[in-house]
C-alpha cells in the first residue's frame, strides 16, 4: 500500500523522499516527520509493510513458526513496488 502527501500546497515538488514505518507501523506512521522537516518543494511517498502483524500494525517481514523471518518474499515485493 502507497500513499503520497505533500507539505507545500503549491505541488511544486522538486524531490521524492520515501519513507517507510519501522516494526508495527503503518502508513501514518511517519507523516509527523514529514510535516516536521516542512521540506516545500518535497513530494512524500509512505509505504506500508506488506505482512499484518496486528490491528492497523504492519511489518515488512514474514515471520515463520521457528521466530526468524522470510527475505525472499519482501525482497520481490519491493522490487515489485520500485520498479515495476
Avoid: C, D, T
Amino acid at each position: 500500500m502507497v500513499k503520497n502527501i505533500s507539505v507545500s500546497k503549491n505541488n511544486n515538488s522538486k524531490v521524492a523522499i520515501i519513507a517507510i514505518h519501522g516494526w508495527k507501523g503503518n502508513l501514518s506512521s511517519m507523516e509527523h516527520v514529514a510535516y516536521a522537516l516542512n521540506i516545500k518543494y518535497a513530494q512524500w511517498i509512505f509505504i506500508q509493510g506488506p505482512y499484518a502483524v496486528g490491528n492497523n500494525k504492519y511489518s515488512w517481514f514474514e515471520r515463520n513458526e521457528k521466530g526468524g523471518g522470510n527475505i525472499r518474499n519482501p525482497l520481490i515485493y519491493y522490487i515489485k513496488l520500485f520498479w515495476i
